[in-house]
């Protein structure tokens, strides 16, 4: 399995929060190799891994499908689209840049800004999404021949490949994440398991987690992980709240996780001499592990996060070591010990 | 004249590095007229006319882009950089860039929004807070592929958008490539094509080339701010797309010849294609220093309108850069007639 040809393709295909399919046909389509009963369920994309056997607890791998993004709020007069946000963006880098309006078809766009020439004391200020329009080029009556108030926005940022192993791209969060469990159950093919294993792409995350909250009570899991991203330093950035690129998986440590879980990574890490980062928090993780831990009569949860630079952003940036290691890992910690 | 536009607009030529664009257009002129490069780089073709008239007539464009350059290393691997060129932050955070002669990918990183202060979030970037990333692990591994003064390009698709064009560098390159095809279908009167370097961190080329050719008339060629947007209103637009080349009577750095501003509109009239004015005194470009040139030379630009000018994404109408070359390729004539 070429894990950049994997991240590559699912990350060409688009899913803002709420508008997921494009994202979740692509990924369907790689899970059904691994879990042939694989569907869309509600929006999320489910899937049990083998036969699962009497008696073992049930472990459910959540990666969230969507990706931050814009919606179309209003095409106005003069043919700009005004929009409204789909998850955290950054607004300081929305000036001039360059995004995918999927209508009826794709258009491409660049998002109105004033140069420098004409700014008031030389510099912008952010603005507010209220302030925001995409110029397509087109106007409105050939606007509204493909797009429609509700239609979706995505940066145009194809992934790109950097030096070593590390890649950029505008939808690594958390496709990448997607890539760490296709990649695990390849690992863990016709392998004896510790655990039956149902796999979660789940919507909304950027929203506030809400595919997993219906997919936790669906899937109703002993034990959880959430396979997501999280943040990855560079210079001049807060060491603290960082890992590094590169040093393997970060296993989460937090009141609201279970130790034990996180506890058995550790030691699966080390034995398997797997690299690891720790990656403690002093509340919520904010990832979709809060949904599970706390989902009908609560599952033991965990998360596993690939170092990423410039979250939220077009720019995104992982070491795809980071996706392998974290897929040997849980393959690690899933298969039965042959000795 | 579209596909001479992206072939320019793909070549990487910020200020004081322009020799891959200069000789792109050496290529595309060298059969028809004579031409030298001088001291800064500055490309100077003579185009010899079925007729003169005594008056020396200089047209020019500038070559360069604007961009960035490699300052230091850091010692995780990425790299620190200066703006070549006048760029707002906004428009370079979470960008796609491509570094020195290699074109090594890289991107243009920043702290995560979700970690800054509530004051960061709601204030532009500083250029300083900004670093490339190529994707090196340590300062080391960083210089095999960097050294210190490459230079950085946004990196950014020549697209059309309906009726309109998409690309980084179209300022300039617009103005160079309707000096080619002008070249290429060979002035009815002697004239002087000049293409200039390091116009965007300060009309620097232009100053020793209209030095050298010292022209007794001078029209330049370029793209200008249009703010069309959403929001923007009335004269604070500047300029519109679709309305046809902008010729200004003044900016912040020159005020144009008051016969050839109007010959302008009066040509444009006659030709029966659209011409603007420019309704803000704002922006600058070679004329300013073309026209105080020695004993000061007689001057007007003529530009295509240009929307997110000095950025990644610059967006012009196709139909405004064809009325650009009409407009001028008949005021080349009638400016002998002054």
Redesign the interface.
């Known amino acids: 399995m070429d894990i950049k040809d994997i991240v590559f393709r699912l990350c060409s295909a688009y899913g803002a929060s709420g508008d997921e399919n494009n994202a979740a046909e692509t990924a369907l389509d790689i899970l059904h190799g691994f879990c042939t009963d694989a569907g869309i369920v509600n929006g999320n994309v489910i899937g049990n891994f083998g036969i699962h056997q009497e008696g073992l607890p049930l472990l459910v791998l959540d990666a969230h499908i969507d990706q931050i993004g814009m919606i179309v709020t209003e095409i106005?007069d003069?043919g700009?689209i005004?929009v409204a946000n789909l998850g955290?963006?950054?607004?300081?880098?929305?000036?001039?840049?360059?995004v995918i309006v999927h209508g009826k078809k794709d258009?491409?766009?660049?998002i109105?800004?004033?140069?420098?020439?004409?700014?008031k004391g030389g510099?912008?200020?952010?603005p507010e999404f209220s302030?925001i329009?995409v110029?397509?080029?087109?106007?409105r009556g050939?606007l509204e021949e493909i797009i429609s108030a509700g239609d979706t926005i995505t940066f145009d940022?194809p992934c790109?490949?950097?030096?070593?192993d590390?890649?950029?791209g505008g939808a690594l969060d958390d496709r990448c994440g997607i890539a760490v469990i296709l990649l695990a159950l390849d690992m863990l093919q016709g392998k004896k398991l510790k655990y039956n294993v149902s796999v979660i792409f789940s919507v909304q995350e950027e929203l506030g987690e809400r595919g997993a909250k219906i997919g936790a009570y669906r899937l109703n899991p002993d034990i959880a992980i959430a396979i997501d991203v999280s943040?990855a330093?560079?210079?001049?950035?807060?060491r603290k709240?960082c890992g590094l690129?590169?040093r393997g998986a970060m296993i989460g440590i937090s009141p609201c996780l279970s130790r034990e879980v996180s506890d058995i990574l550790i030691s699966v890490a080390k034995e398997a001499e797997i690299p690891y980062q720790l990656e403690v928090m002093n509340g919520l993780t904010s990832t979709n592990a809060d949904r599970y831990s706390e989902s009908r009569e609560g599952a033991k949860t965990c998360t596993l996060s690939v170092p990423l630079?410039?979250?939220?952003?077009?720019?995104e940036?992982i070491d795809l070591s980071d996706v392998r290691n974290m897929a040997s890992l849980l393959a690690e910690f899933i298969a039965e010990q042959e000795h | 004249m579209k596909e001479l536009l992206k072939e320019l607009c793909m070549i990487n030529g910020v200020s004081g590095d322009e020799s891959a664009v200069r000789e792109s257009i050496i290529e595309k002129i060298k059969d028809y007229c004579d031409y030298r490069v001088d001291n800064l780089g500055n490309l100077i073709c003579f185009c010899k006319g079925r007729k003169t008239s005594g008056k020396k007539v200089m047209i020019a464009a500038h070559m360069d882009e604007v961009g960035f350059i490699v300052t230091y290393i850091?010692?995780?691997g990425?790299l620190s950089f200066g703006e070549v060129g006048?760029?707002?932050?906004?428009?370079v955070?979470?960008?796609?860039v491509s570094v020195g002669k290699n074109h090594?990918?890289?991107?243009?990183?920043?702290?995560?929004?979700?970690?800054l202060s509530k004051e960061q979030?709601?204030?532009?970037?500083e250029m300083d807070?900004l670093?490339i990333?190529?994707?090196?692990?340590s300062a080391e591994?960083a210089e095999k592929?960097v050294s210190l003064g490459d230079c950085v390009y946004f990196d950014?698709?020549f697209?059309?958008?309906?009726?309109?064009i998409?690309s980084k560098a179209i300022d300039d390159r617009a103005g160079c490539a309707v000096m080619i095809r002008l070249i290429q279908e060979k002035p009815e009167y002697d004239t002087y094509f000049v293409f200039n370097v390091q116009e965007e961190i300060g009309l620097r080329g232009s100053r020793v080339s209209a030095f050298s050719v010292e022209p007794d008339f001078a029209i330049v060629l370029e793209a200008t701010?249009a703010?069309d947007?959403?929001?923007?209103n009335g004269g604070e637009r500047?300029c519109s797309l679709g309305k046809g080349p902008v010729v200004g009577f003044m900016d912040r750095s020159t005020v144009y010849d008051r016969e050839m501003y109007r010959l302008a509109f009066d040509t444009a009239s006659e030709l029966n294609i659209p011409c603007q004015t420019k309704t803000?005194i704002?922006?600058g470009n070679d004329s300013g220093a073309i026209h105080l040139t020695k004993c000061g030379v007689r001057t007007l630009a003529v530009s295509v309108p240009c929307?997110?000018?000095?950025?990644?994404?610059c967006?012009i109408e196709q139909q405004d850069f064809e009325n650009t070359f009409v407009l001028v390729h008949e005021l080349l004539k009638r400016v002998h007639e002054l």
Not at chain 1, 160 to 164: F, H, Q, W
Not at chain 1, 309 to 315: A, F, K, S
Not at chain 2, 229 to 232: E, F
């Open positions: 106005t003069d700009f005004k955290g963006i950054d607004r300081r880098l929305l000036p001039a840049q360059q258009i491409k766009g660049v109105c800004s004033v140069p420098p020439h004409l700014l510099s912008s200020k952010v302030e329009s110029d397509t080029g087109l106007s050939e940022s790109r490949s950097l030096l070593n590390r890649i950029s943040f330093f560079a210079e001049g950035e807060n709240k690129l590169g630079r410039n979250m939220h952003t077009p720019v940036v | 850091r010692s995780d990425t006048w760029i707002d932050p906004s428009v955070i979470g960008r796609q090594i990918s890289g991107i243009v990183g920043s702290t995560a929004v979700h970690n979030r709601e204030s532009a970037p807070s670093y990333d190529i994707g090196a692990d591994e592929y950014s698709e697209i059309e958008m309906g009726s309109r998409k701010t703010s947007i959403d929001g923007v500047v803000r704002a922006g929307r997110y000018l000095h950025s990644p994404s967006v």
